[in-house]
């Protein structure tokens, strides 16, 4: 009786073919939505490079950073000055002689400049106009006028064409810092939007490989419930495809979480509008396995050809240069030399005194004879000297030389892990393309040898050969093979794309060329002259691997 009843059922189990019910998700809609933003990987990068946050922060970073410079130069910069003053005091007198009340006027003006040498030159224009009332002034009105000039070049403190571009040069550095930043944040930013691109597309198909999972734990659940039907199958056999459908449902929830968590890292890497951010968003490209050889050697040399974080730390030590010479400089006494030259006019009413003390007018001039005086010359002075200063213990000077010499050697040391730290990302990322490489053939293998197993196992199952237990076994184990060989491809295209990050090409393989902010121009004009000549610079004068006397 068993044996008919066994072949009864077995019978009854051909009929009935598999069920057809559908496993709903709610990701099945984003397709038919007619909103549905329908996304190429080329798409989505061309809209970050045009609207993510970060890149036009950065752009903005580097724009300042070019008015910083222009802002240095201003160290050169013409200062005038002048001085426009009336004045007039009376004062009670003690003597026939003495004047009661003044009057004046005086007018100034002048320029001022620092030289790319550390020296400084002026012109003085002086002018004024003085009267009297009472007593006895040979002079009356009277005008002066003198025309000064003065020169103060540094010797040895302050002295130094690199001494006093100190400033511009540390400026463009940063200029050129901030410009290998701008190109940092773009290729972070095309290799954030690839990333987040692929995980999306691993989130949706991984919701496909959990629907195909949850369809065969209720398809295995209603053979079970045929077999209990006709007596077949205990009751509680039921237990075991209803647990693990429970399971699946709540990894199918999971798994549509992931998809919205993804699509939300897309909408802001590419600075979607805030009323867009509810369209679902639906890649378009393949996941596709393409066979890559990676030479090591030659990928570690092109990344530190191309990474430009290896710039910015070269740029960073030379400023560490820049003002480990210039402290080094300020250690030194100060020399200056002098030189003045300035020539003088007098004019007005000469007065003298008759015999009987009465004052006559000997000769009236105006302010014209004092011009004639100052370009003709008639009164020049000169002088030439050297000023000399020197703190005698020096100790905040070469306390900051010896601190900026170790600051120079640390940023050299930085600059060396820079390269290491370069070299092994780059070794990581090719030995991780290898192991993906390897995993890709082996996972799929493992998922039809997991298929084909299902497959067996329930026909096992139908023939009363194996357990409900056994049959749900090998279909987690093919669920778990679907998602290892989705993950395996996945993870080997996440990591072409980090190797190219690393190897510091990513941006040619997309063909995306990076367009530097519009920066205002350096005036060196003024500067470029004394650059030439070498022995104007203070810097070659000095050995930075010896401590600062």
Do not use: C
Not at 381 to 404: D, Q, T
């Amino acid at each position: 009786m068993m044996l008919l009843a066994a072949t009864a059922l077995i019978a009854q189990e051909a009929q009935v073919p598999r069920t057809t019910e559908a496993v709903a998700a709610e990701t099945d809609r984003d397709a038919d939505n007619p909103r549905a933003l329908h996304l190429s990987l080329d798409e989505a990068l061309g809209t970050a490079m045009k609207q993510n946050l970060g890149v036009q922060i950065e752009n903005y970073e580097t724009r300042i950073s070019g008015y910083n410079l222009r802002s240095t130069y201003g160290v050169f910069d013409f200062f005038s000055d002048g001085r426009v003053l009336l004045s007039s005091s009376n004062s009670p007198t003690t003597s026939a002689t003495q004047t009661s009340a003044d009057r004046s006027i005086l007018a100034n003006a002048g320029v001022t400049q620092l030289l790319p040498t550390g020296g400084t030159y002026s012109f003085g224009f002086d002018n004024s106009r003085s009267s009297a009332v009472g007593g006895f002034v040979n002079i009356n009105p009277a005008y002066k006028s003198s025309l000064d000039f003065n020169f103060t070049q540094p010797l040895l403190r302050d002295f130094g064409v690199d001494v006093t571009k100190r400033g511009i040069t540390i400026a463009r550095n940063n200029l050129g810092i901030t410009q290998g930043q701008f190109r940092t944040v773009i290729m972070d930013t095309v290799s954030a939007v690839e990333q987040a691109y692929l995980d999306l597309a691993y989130a949706r198909r991984n919701v496909e490989v959990v629907k195909e999972a949850l369809f065969l734990a209720r398809d295995q659940a209603r053979i079970t419930q045929i077999r209990i039907d006709v007596g077949a199958s205990a009751p509680l056999d039921i237990l075991q495809p209803n647990v693990q459908i429970a399971t699946t449902e709540e990894s199918l929830v999971t798994a549509v979480s992931s998809v919205r968590d993804a699509e939300d890292r897309i909408r802001q890497l590419l600075n979607l509008p805030r009323e867009e951010w509810d369209r679902p968003i639906i890649p378009t490209g393949n996941i596709e396995y393409n066979a890559m050889q990676v030479n090591f050697d030659q990928a570690v040399e092109q990344a530190l050809a191309n990474r430009p974080e290896v710039t910015q730390q070269r740029l960073s030590t030379d400023t560490a240069r820049v003002n480990a010479i210039y402290t080094r400089n300020q250690t030194l006494p100060t020399v200056d030399f002098t030189v003045g030259y300035g020539v003088a006019g007098v004019a007005g009413k000469t007065l003298d005194v008759d015999a009987a003390g009465n004052p006559i007018v000997v000769s009236s001039t105006g302010y014209d004879r004092t011009l004639s005086q100052l370009f003709g010359r008639d009164f020049p002075s000169w002088s030439v000297g050297f000023n000399f200063g020197y703190p005698l213990m020096n100790i905040g000077a070469r306390a900051n030389a010896r601190a900026a010499q170790l600051d120079y050697k640390q940023s050299q040391t930085f600059e060396a892990q820079t390269r290491q730290n370069i070299t092994v990302e780059v070794r990581n990322a090719a030995r991780l393309i290898e192991t993906f490489g390897r995993t890709i053939a082996a996972s799929r293998a493992a998922r039809d040898a997991a298929e084909k197993n299902v497959e067996a196992e329930r026909k096992r199952y139908e023939n009363g050969m194996t357990t409900n237990f056994q049959v749900l076994e090998v279909q987690k184990q093919l669920s778990d093979a679907r998602v290892r060989e989705l993950f395996s491809l996945v993870g080997y295209n996440k990591a072409v794309a980090a190797y190219h990050r690393a190897v510091g090409d990513i941006l040619e393989i997309h063909n995306i060329t990076v367009e530097q902010p519009e920066l205002p121009g350096e005036p060196d004009w003024k500067t470029t002259f004394f650059d030439r000549y070498n022995w104007l610079n203070y810097g070659p004068r000095v050995k930075l691997e010896e401590q600062p006397k």
